[in-house]
């Protein structure tokens, strides 16, 4: 079991040059946070209030300007294997089909190109496209690509999923499909898992834990378990546990929460 911790993290941002401003900007302040390994912890929050500069700190994008953070108590010092992004637009390279899109962290370890593929094919198959390999990133829909960009993050075999708005882009109907397909595939990595997104509904859904980061500065102001996301697992259909009164009663109360410590829309 793994755990990557935030202790008492805050995070400022230099002022903008040609702005006329001089002060630096508090975008995130005192976070305390602790995802395990057994967890999906669902970020919730208004656009603006700091949710991608979390994970960028978690990624090792970013250095925090105070506080720590940890994986096993090793503070990060950069980016590593150990933790894998997905960004909200797939940062797939359009010059490379599918499998060498997933095959490229491999690369980078020096593994020979017959094992890579052979790697890249079985990861390929794990999220559903073993007949896409062949494919370029152009002939592929939002949510092919958006496997594919989960396949390449499966391929380091990391200790933690960061995943910035993964199915922010995707119709409805997608979403619903890869919701399931981001459950399982959570599941059977074995990873942690932080998810970033608008949606209350998807954090609801997905999140063994969703916290609520408030705006100006970033505060985790609010912190629910939810349960719904084991019943998926455990074979209840998404739309059914949509409808249960439980859910829409938990989806009210966040919305609650939500409104009282931001002014403006989140998204239902
Ligand atoms: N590299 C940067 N340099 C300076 N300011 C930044 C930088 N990145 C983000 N900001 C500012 O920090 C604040 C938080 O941005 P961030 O991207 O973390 O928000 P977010 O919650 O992810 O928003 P969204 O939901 O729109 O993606 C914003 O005011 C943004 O303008
Ligand atoms: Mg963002």
Same mark, same amino acid.
């Given at each position: 079991?793994?755990?990557?911790?935030?202790?008492?993290?805050?995070?400022?941002?230099?002022?903008?040059?040609?702005?006329?401003?001089?002060?630096?900007?508090?975008?995130?302040?005192?976070?305390?946070?602790?995802?395990?390994?057994?967890?999906?912890?669902?970020?919730?929050?208004?656009?603006?209030?700091?949710?991608?500069?979390?994970?960028?700190?978690?990624?090792?994008?970013?250095?925090?300007?105070?506080?720590?953070?940890?994986?096993?108590?090793?503070?990060?010092?950069?980016?590593?294997?150990?933790?894998?992004?997905?960004?909200?637009?797939?940062?797939?390279?359009?010059?490379?089909?599918?499998?060498?899109?997933?095959?490229?962290?491999?690369?980078?370890?020096?593994?020979?190109?017959?094992?890579?593929?052979?790697?890249?094919?079985?990861?390929?198959?794990?999220?559903?496209?073993?007949?896409?390999?062949?494919?370029?990133?152009?002939?592929?829909?939002?949510?092919?690509?958006?496997?594919?960009? %989960?396949?390449? +993050? !499966?391929?380091?075999?990391? =200790?933690?999923?960061? *995943?910035?708005?993964?199915? /922010?882009? $995707?119709? &409805?109907?997608?979403?619903?499909?890869?919701?399931?397909?981001?459950?399982?595939?959570?599941?059977?990595?074995?990873?942690?898992?932080?998810?970033?997104?608008?949606? %209350?509904?998807? +954090? !609801?859904?997905?999140?063994? =834990?969703?916290?609520? *980061?408030?705006?100006?500065? /970033?505060? $985790?102001? &609010?912190?629910?378990?939810?349960?719904?996301?084991?019943?998926?697992?455990?074979?209840?259909?998404?739309?059914?546990?949509?409808?249960?009164?439980?859910?829409?009663?938990?989806?009210?109360? !966040?919305?609650?929460?939500?409104?009282?410590?931001?002014?403006?829309?989140?998204?239902?």
């Amino acid at each position: 079991m793994s755990v990557l911790t935030f202790r008492n993290v805050s995070l400022r941002y230099p002022p903008r040059a040609g702005r006329g401003g001089t002060s630096e900007q508090l975008v995130l302040d005192t976070i305390e946070l602790q995802i395990a390994s057994n967890e999906l912890v669902a970020v919730i929050g208004r656009s603006g209030s700091g949710k991608t500069s979390l994970l960028n700190l978690a990624a090792g994008f970013l250095n925090p300007s105070s506080g720590t953070i940890t994986v096993d108590g090793e503070p990060i010092r950069g980016p590593g294997a150990d933790r894998a992004v997905v960004f909200q637009d797939d940062a797939l390279y359009p010059w490379l089909d599918a499998r060498d899109n997933i095959a490229f962290p491999f690369k980078l370890k020096g593994i020979p190109l017959a094992e890579r593929r052979a790697r890249a094919d079985a990861l390929l198959d794990r999220v559903g496209l073993a007949d896409a390999g062949d494919r370029r990133i152009w002939e592929l829909s939002g949510g092919m690509r958006q496997r594919v960009g %989960i396949a390449r +993050a !499966l391929a380091a075999e990391p =200790r933690f999923l960061l *995943l910035d708005e993964p199915l /922010g882009a $995707l119709d &409805a109907l997608t979403r619903t499909r890869m919701q399931e397909f981001l459950l399982r595939i959570k599941a059977e990595s074995g990873a942690g898992a932080l998810l970033i997104t608008h949606s %209350i509904e998807e +954090a !609801l859904l997905l999140g063994t =834990r969703v916290v609520v *980061l408030s705006p100006n500065p /970033g505060r $985790l102001t &609010a912190e629910i378990e939810a349960g719904f996301n084991a019943e998926v697992q455990n074979g209840a259909s998404v739309a059914a546990v949509k409808a249960s009164p439980l859910f829409k009663r938990m989806h009210a109360g !966040l919305t609650g929460l939500i409104h009282s410590t931001s002014d403006e829309e989140i998204a239902a």
